[in-house]
């Protein structure tokens, strides 16, 4: 393995990250997907209201909102 890596090489001498289109589509998607996220977080909440069961499911259904947020943090 001849190549130096990356962290020995001053920063204005690295070699360019990838196509400019994964610059762009990647925060945008990367974005929407928090949104989505929040959005699906928000939308659980009037699970409180129902008396019993709501906790749980709210619950739930926040554990399966974490769950992608990691996904997406992977």
């Known amino acids: 393995m001849s190549?130096?890596?990356l962290y020995t090489i001053p920063?204005?001498?690295r070699?360019?990250?990838g196509p400019?289109?994964?610059k762009i589509?990647?925060?945008l998607i990367f974005n929407l997907a928090q949104l989505g996220i929040n959005s699906a977080q928000f939308l659980c909440l009037p699970l409180l209201?129902?008396?019993i069961v709501g906790r749980?499911?709210?619950d739930s259904a926040i554990g399966w909102t974490k769950d992608g947020y990691g996904r997406?943090?992977?």
Request: aromatic share 20%; glycine share 0%; no cysteine.
């Open 3 to 5: 190549e130096k890596p």
């Open 11 to 13: 920063i204005d001498q």
């Open 15 to 17: 070699p360019p990250h």
């Open 20 to 22: 400019w289109t994964s």
């Open 25 to 27: 589509f990647f925060p």
């Open 49 to 51: 209201l129902i008396p």
């Open 56 to 58: 749980r499911w709210f």
């Open 72 to 74: 997406l943090r992977e």
